[in-house]
Antibody, heavy 120, light 108 residues
């Protein structure tokens, strides 16, 4: 059974940093691209960032480019996102999601999400 | 950036058919995927590659895509289908993944 479990969220002040982690199990982690998708309270889904199986291809939404850094450790079956210079508008539930085998496709498994609140 | 527009809400009686549209410029040239999200839960993929269903998704869920509109159709709607639904594409111009604005389906 595919499982994705996010951790590392919490309350942080504007301008500070936070690192989210996603522990994956139930599939061959290094065969799949992985992504972060967020959802602000009461709002829709927003793709944040994605990373290919070998970290050779990385992408960011314009809203986070230059502030967020995605990475992965295939030996640990883990995905990360380092979030710097956090803003109030980054407040959201952050989901870890597995990318489809077909490149640039869909997200076939999702974690339960981890809440990040940016507030003073 | 590429924009996907969905109606904010759709209401349907049990047993009837719900159609959720996703509008985008020449969306028919892109590949569309659909997600269902129930309150307090993570999204679930219900249709991928315009019209395919993942295993475990009922045949009542179907998709189509042509011109400037993609459509998710839910036949014989049940109370358990009440949820938010999002369309999604990959935009080659920006190399970004784009979600639609979301549609809340209410079963009367």
């Amino acid at each position: 059974e595919v499982q994705l479990v996010e951790s590392g969220g919490g309350l942080v002040q504007p301008g500070r940093s936070l690192r989210l982690s996603c522990a994956a199990s139930g599939f061959t982690f290094d065969e799949f691209a992985m992504h972060w998708v967020r959802q602000a309270p009461g709002k829709g889904l927003e793709w944040v960032s994605g990373i290919s199986w070998n970290s050779g291809r990385i992408g960011y939404a314009d809203s986070v480019k230059g502030r967020f850094t995605i990475s992965r450790d295939n030996a640990k079956n883990s995905l990360y996102v380092q979030m710097n210079s956090l803003r109030a508008e980054d407040t959201a539930l952050y989901y870890c999601a597995r990318g489809s085998i077909a490149a640039r496709g869909y997200f076939d498994y999702w974690g339960q999400g981890n809440l990040v609140t940016v507030s003073s | 950036s590429y924009v996907l527009t969905q109606p904010p809400s759709v209401s349907v009686a049990p047993g009837q058919t719900a159609r959720i549209t996703c509008g985008g410029n020449n969306i028919g040239s892109k590949i569309v995927h659909w997600y269902q999200q129930k309150p307090g839960q993570a999204p679930v993929l219900v249709v991928y590659d315009d019209s395919d269903r993942p295993s475990g998704i009922p045949e009542r869920f179907s998709g189509s895509n042509s011109g400037n509109t993609a459509t998710l159709t839910i036949s014989r709607v049940e109370a358990g289908d009440e949820a938010d639904y999002y369309c999604q594409v990959w935009d080659s111009t920006s190399d970004h993944y784009v979600f639609g604005t979301g549609t809340k389906v209410t079963v009367l």
